[in-house]
């Protein structure tokens, strides 16, 4: 009976996918007008210019109103234009997962790990026109002690127990990049999302991390490593990891030594949120309880990491599921009211973020020649950041994909 249920979900899964693969996602023609225009990089709001966008690519940032009759006309009814968001901790591992990303203003993400390489694929779906988004940099299966049921997504890793050994190690990064990851994750600490684990216990020592760094460099991708606890935080810094992922309890020792590396940190500090607020993705006591404890830690590290010019980038740490709360323009959110000024937060979310994922000549500003990743909301977000979380039109790679306007017509 199992197998036979196995089969018929199997079998669903393959049709939906067939399906999509028939329909090509081809970029078009768009004249943007009656906008203002959120220049982040300058710290300014540009009034009177269209922009063209064609064959993907943001072509044109002009004065000049002059109609072009051969793209269709989008007029933005005075709303905020800014790049499209992006979240660069996430396990959107759906198509379902990628339209909810996408309708939330988010037009790039990078994979902090997912079952199976779904991440893999729908990369290269994107890639292939036939998903508008959002852009993809897949992690693949996770490096860590144990690999669980991801395991399953490859033969090789099947065979494997406890992933500690040199050899295990570099054979997982071996994998995953040779199935299409382009970032590794790797594990410092203990996860917090789990009510039997203590998110401050160092897994990997320095001598492991240094191992899977070695190999990653050898292949040419970056690592992240996932470290709430300074210990494990500042052993992945020394062994070159290019961003700490949450970092809740980092020491000034351990945030100068990332300043100084140019490693990033990216606090998924709504998902805190997300242990202590009903609904989401977690809903446990002992993790609620957990979750009070260690917001205000997170809250010291974010603003002493800023203070001392450690770069951030903004990470919701979710899957995108329908009961999924937490989103990267809240994440936005929180860095104002902890002090940050609103251009800077929202570059954590844009050319930052960007930067952080090696893509900053294509995406994460309104630039032209840059891919036509953008996104309008009502109101100007430098006022009110909350602004973020009402996108109202969306494009990806040029594709219109979301459109709310124009109010009330």
Not at 176 to 189: E, P, Y
Not at 219 to 235: F, I, K, S, T, Y
Not at 268 to 291: F, K, S
Not at 314 to 334: F, I, K, L, Q
Request: with cysteine.
């Amino acid at each position: 009976m199992q197998q036979k249920m196995l089969f018929l979900l199997l079998s669903s899964l393959l049709s939906s996918w067939s399906a999509l693969a028939q329909k090509m996602y081809h970029p078009g023609c768009y004249q943007l007008t009656n906008f203002q225009l959120v220049d982040i990089e300058n710290r300014l709001i540009r009034t009177d210019v269209s922009l063209l966008v064609q064959d993907g690519l943001i072509k044109e940032i002009s004065e000049d109103p002059a109609v072009r009759e051969e793209c269709d006309l989008l007029d933005l009814d005075g709303t905020y234009l800014l790049p499209g968001m992006i979240d660069v901790h996430t396990h959107l591992s759906s198509l379902e997962s990628a339209k909810v990303a996408l309708h939330s203003g988010v037009t790039t993400v990078r994979s902090a790990s997912v079952p199976a390489y779904q991440d893999v694929a729908l990369a290269h779906m994107v890639e292939a026109a036939k998903l508008a988004g959002p852009d993809m940099v897949p992690a693949g299966v996770y490096v860590t002690p144990d690999l669980g049921e991801t395991a399953l997504a490859d033969s090789q890793l099947a065979m494997m127990d406890s992933i500690d050994t040199e050899e295990e190690l570099r054979a997982v990064v071996r994998i995953n990049v040779d199935r299409g990851a382009r970032v590794i994750k790797a594990r410092g600490t203990e996860r917090a999302g789990l009510p039997d684990t203590d998110p401050r216990k160092q897994t990997y020592t320095l001598s492991q991390l240094e191992v899977i760094m070695d190999e990653a460099a050898k292949l040419g991708v970056p690592v992240m490593v996932h470290a709430h606890g300074d210990e494990g935080a500042m052993a992945a810094v020394q062994a070159g990891a290019k961003s700490i992922e949450h970092g809740t309890f980092l020491s000034d020792e351990t945030l100068q030594l990332m300043k100084e590396r140019d490693c990033f940190l990216v606090p998924t500090h709504i998902t805190l949120w997300d242990l202590v607020e009903p609904g989401g993705d977690y809903d446990d006591p002992v993790i609620n309880m957990r979750g009070r404890y260690m917001i205000p830690k997170s809250e010291a590290v974010i603003k002493r990491a800023h203070e001392l010019g450690v770069k951030l980038a903004t990470g919701a740490d979710n899957r995108y599921h329908p009961h999924s709360t937490s989103r990267v323009s809240m994440e936005v959110e929180h860095f104002v009211r902890l002090g940050m000024a609103p251009y800077n937060a929202l570059k954590t979310t844009t050319s930052l973020a960007a930067e952080l994922l090696d893509l900053s000549s294509l995406t994460g500003k309104l630039e032209v020649g840059l891919e036509a990743d953008l996104i309008a909301v009502p109101d100007n977000p430098i006022e009110s950041i909350k602004a973020l979380q009402d996108v109202v039109l969306v494009m990806s790679n040029g594709q219109l994909v979301v459109n709310r306007l124009p109010f009330g017509r």
